[in-house]
Protein backbone atom coordinates (compact mmCIF):
# COMPACT_ATOMS: atom_id res chain seq x y z
CA UNK A 1 0.00 0.00 0.00
CA UNK A 2 1.38 3.44 -0.78
CA UNK A 3 2.75 5.28 1.65
CA UNK A 4 2.21 9.81 1.52
CA UNK A 5 3.27 12.63 3.26
CA UNK A 6 0.06 14.84 4.41
CA UNK A 7 1.10 18.66 3.50
CA UNK A 8 -0.78 19.62 6.23
CA UNK A 9 0.94 17.36 9.27
CA UNK A 10 3.89 16.22 7.51
CA UNK A 11 2.78 12.89 8.76
CA UNK A 12 2.95 9.66 6.93
CA UNK A 13 -0.22 8.35 5.71
CA UNK A 14 -0.95 4.94 4.32
CA UNK A 15 -3.50 5.68 1.04
CA UNK A 16 -5.76 3.21 -0.80
CA UNK A 17 -4.27 3.04 -4.22
CA UNK A 18 -2.24 5.92 -3.64
CA UNK A 19 -5.38 8.25 -3.25
CA UNK A 20 -5.65 10.36 -0.05
CA UNK A 21 -8.51 9.74 1.69
CA UNK A 22 -9.66 6.49 -0.62
CA UNK A 23 -11.44 3.75 1.57
CA UNK A 24 -9.16 1.18 2.39
CA UNK A 25 -9.62 -1.99 0.42
CA UNK A 26 -11.80 -4.66 2.09
CA UNK A 27 -13.40 -2.26 4.57
CA UNK A 28 -16.71 -3.03 4.05
CA UNK A 29 -15.99 -6.59 4.40
CA UNK A 30 -15.81 -6.24 7.93
CA UNK A 31 -19.12 -4.51 8.31
CA UNK A 32 -22.69 -6.04 8.18
CA UNK A 33 -25.45 -3.31 7.65
CA UNK A 34 -27.89 -6.02 8.91
CA UNK A 35 -26.64 -6.02 11.89
CA UNK A 36 -27.14 -3.24 15.17
CA UNK A 37 -24.60 -0.67 15.82
CA UNK A 38 -24.15 2.45 17.35
CA UNK A 39 -21.97 5.34 18.20
CA UNK A 40 -19.27 4.16 20.19
CA UNK A 41 -19.32 5.18 24.10
CA UNK A 42 -15.94 7.36 23.86
CA UNK A 43 -17.35 9.11 20.59
CA UNK A 44 -18.93 12.69 20.33
CA UNK A 45 -20.99 14.31 17.29
CA UNK A 46 -20.69 18.13 17.03
CA UNK A 47 -23.49 18.64 13.93
CA UNK A 48 -21.88 21.11 11.57
CA UNK A 49 -23.49 22.88 8.48
CA UNK A 50 -22.01 19.78 5.89
CA UNK A 51 -22.99 17.00 8.47
CA UNK A 52 -20.66 16.72 11.48
CA UNK A 53 -17.44 16.26 13.50
CA UNK A 54 -17.11 13.13 15.30
CA UNK A 55 -14.35 12.69 17.83
CA UNK A 56 -13.19 9.78 19.50
CA UNK A 57 -11.85 10.67 22.92
CA UNK A 58 -9.71 7.25 23.10
CA UNK A 59 -8.02 7.32 20.29
CA UNK A 60 -8.32 11.23 19.84
CA UNK A 61 -9.15 10.17 15.98
CA UNK A 62 -11.20 13.43 14.24
CA UNK A 63 -13.68 12.11 11.81
CA UNK A 64 -15.70 14.42 9.25
CA UNK A 65 -19.81 13.29 8.30
CA UNK A 66 -19.92 14.60 5.11
CA UNK A 67 -23.46 14.89 4.63
CA UNK A 68 -26.49 15.97 7.19
CA UNK A 69 -27.93 12.80 6.02
CA UNK A 70 -25.18 10.35 7.29
CA UNK A 71 -25.60 12.02 10.56
CA UNK A 72 -29.14 11.37 10.54
CA UNK A 73 -28.07 7.56 10.12
CA UNK A 74 -25.34 8.01 12.71
CA UNK A 75 -27.38 8.90 15.34
CA UNK A 76 -30.45 6.48 14.63
CA UNK A 77 -28.27 3.73 14.62
CA UNK A 78 -29.25 3.08 18.18
CA UNK A 79 -32.64 2.57 17.98
CA UNK A 80 -32.77 1.11 15.11
CA UNK A 81 -32.58 -2.83 14.60
CA UNK A 82 -29.87 -2.59 12.12
CA UNK A 83 -27.50 -0.31 10.11
CA UNK A 84 -29.72 -1.08 6.33
CA UNK A 85 -33.13 0.23 8.74
CA UNK A 86 -30.99 3.26 10.53
CA UNK A 87 -30.47 4.50 6.96
CA UNK A 88 -33.97 3.87 5.31
CA UNK A 89 -35.30 5.74 8.46
CA UNK A 90 -32.93 8.69 7.89
CA UNK A 91 -34.06 9.01 4.15
CA UNK A 92 -31.59 6.91 2.41
CA UNK A 93 -33.23 5.82 -1.06
CA UNK A 94 -31.89 2.20 -2.13
CA UNK A 95 -29.89 3.93 -4.84
CA UNK A 96 -27.78 5.57 -2.52
CA UNK A 97 -27.13 2.53 0.15
CA UNK A 98 -23.89 1.17 -1.23
CA UNK A 99 -22.52 5.13 -0.54
CA UNK A 100 -24.09 4.91 2.67
CA UNK A 101 -22.90 1.14 3.83
CA UNK A 102 -19.02 2.07 2.68
CA UNK A 103 -19.38 5.17 4.79
CA UNK A 104 -20.54 3.30 7.85
CA UNK A 105 -17.77 0.46 7.01
CA UNK A 106 -15.38 3.31 7.10
CA UNK A 107 -16.69 4.32 10.41
CA UNK A 108 -17.04 0.90 11.91
CA UNK A 109 -12.89 0.49 10.85
CA UNK A 110 -12.32 3.35 12.79
CA UNK A 111 -14.20 2.81 15.83
CA UNK A 112 -16.36 5.83 15.52
CA UNK A 113 -19.13 3.13 15.14
CA UNK A 114 -19.28 -0.33 16.82
CA UNK A 115 -21.68 -3.64 17.18
CA UNK A 116 -24.08 -3.07 19.94
CA UNK A 117 -23.29 -6.89 20.57
CA UNK A 118 -19.67 -5.55 21.02
CA UNK A 119 -20.58 -3.69 23.76
CA UNK A 120 -22.57 -5.60 25.36
CA UNK A 121 -20.02 -8.18 25.68
CA UNK A 122 -17.02 -5.64 26.24
CA UNK A 123 -18.76 -4.04 29.25
CA UNK A 124 -19.96 -1.22 27.46
CA UNK A 125 -23.71 0.44 27.01
CA UNK A 126 -26.45 -1.50 26.09
CA UNK A 127 -28.51 -0.21 23.56
CA UNK A 128 -30.39 3.01 24.47
CA UNK A 129 -27.64 3.87 26.31
CA UNK A 130 -27.27 2.06 29.19
CA UNK A 131 -24.30 0.77 30.52
CA UNK A 132 -24.43 -3.18 30.85
CA UNK A 133 -25.69 -4.28 34.49
CA UNK A 134 -26.91 -0.94 34.76
CA UNK A 135 -30.74 -0.26 36.55
CA UNK A 136 -33.32 1.17 34.68
CA UNK A 137 -34.54 4.56 36.35
Not at 42 to 55: I, K, N, T
Not at 110 to 126: D, P, S
Request: aromatic share 6%; charged share 20%; proline share 10%.
Amino acid sequence: MPVTASPATGRRERTAGGRPGAPTPGAPAGFDPGLPWELAPQVSLRPESFGALAYHFGTRRLSFLKSPTLLRVVEMLGSAPNAREACRRAGVVPGEMDHYTEALATLAATGMIVGQLELRTAGGREPGGRATGEASR
